[in-house]
């Protein structure tokens, strides 16, 4: 059977990783990308290159979007060189990778029906670039149920791809994922002072906790980054931040208290005040200050 021909709208860290995957599953990628640098990059390890997301969409059988801002999605969907300027594109479906707000992602999807026939999936994604590349990645899809069938052989090439609901559920699960994982940056930045402040061995925690309740697959992951002070972003602090100031509008629009959450925004806007954007999210640790050697 014929693979479908995918685009990528999208190629930085984590769209990098989605491509790459794709190509050596033995897809065609044709790829966009607003960065002239990293669209060329991408074409020296095997992407088509498109001049613009409609052009992506009018090459492709099915469109995978992962941009930064539920902004740049929405020009992806209704710029001047968008998706429904596409000449093609009745029938096709948007699989949107990024995490975004969910009423917006809504009205997109409810837009991109109405003037063009193409379906949206949102489809927002936990694992970063190397899980990108390895195609282990945890995928929460909205959408509708023939929408989601159709692209489901597709991503089983990625990761786990579960269906959660109608359009927005991704993305109200992703909420729910980066609940759980921002905050816990912050407290693996704590536990990581009181194994530095107490003198113990801090790379043999996830071995001596990794049996117990404490443990986790975030925790290794950050500690390699922490330990060592090694702040090469796999993801950016301020991408950690948008996100956090994305859950906490959802939450305040409902009434509901996050406290934690809270905690976490607070520390990641301190870390992006100090002039770190650009570094890992791990460097949140670099916030709070060590405490007294023994």
């Not at 837009?111 to 026939?117: C, D, F, I, K, P």
């Not at 791809?161 to 816990?184: D, I, P, R, S």
């Not at 530095?196 to 049996?211: V, W």
Request: aromatic residues 4%.
């Amino acid at each position: 059977m014929t693979k479908p021909v995918v685009g990528f709208i999208g190629l930085g860290l984590m769209g990098s990783g989605f491509a790459r995957r794709l190509l050596a599953t033995g897809h065609r990628v044709t790829g966009y990308d607003i960065s002239p640098q990293r669209l060329a990059a991408a074409a020296a390890w095997g992407v088509d290159r498109a001049s613009s997301p409609a052009e992506v969409a009018d090459a492709a059988d099915v469109v995978l979007a992962c941009v930064t801002t539920t902004a740049a999605v929405a020009d992806v969907v209704e710029g001047p060189q968008g998706l429904l300027t596409a000449r093609n594109v009745r029938g096709k479906v948007l699989v949107d990778h990024s995490t975004t707000e969910i009423e917006e992602t809504r009205r997109l999807a409810a837009v991109l029906s109405e003037r063009a026939g193409m379906r949206f999936v949102d489809a927002p994604v936990s694992g970063g670039p190397g899980a990108a590349e390895s195609g282990t990645l945890a995928i929460m899809a909205g959408g509708g149920d023939e929408a989601v069938a159709s692209v489901a052989p597709l991503m089983t090439n990625l990761g786990t791809f579960t269906h959660m609901g109608a359009v927005g559920a991704g993305q109200a699960t992703k909420l729910v994922n980066q609940t759980l994982v921002l905050t816990n940056y912050c407290v693996i930045a704590e536990a990581l002072r009181v194994a530095e402040t107490f003198g113990i061995d801090a790379a043999r925690i996830p071995q001596a906790l990794g049996g117990g309740h404490a443990g986790s697959n975030l925790l290794p992951v950050m500690l390699d980054r922490m330990i060592p002070r090694d702040w090469t972003p796999k993801g950016y602090a301020r991408q950690v931040l948008k996100d956090l100031e994305m859950l906490n509008e959802a939450a305040r629009g409902r009434h509901l208290a996050m406290p934690m959450a809270s905690q976490a925004l607070t520390l990641f806007r301190m870390l992006i005040a100090q002039g770190k954007s650009e570094l890992d999210g791990a460097a949140v640790l670099e916030v709070l200050p060590p405490g007294d050697r023994p």
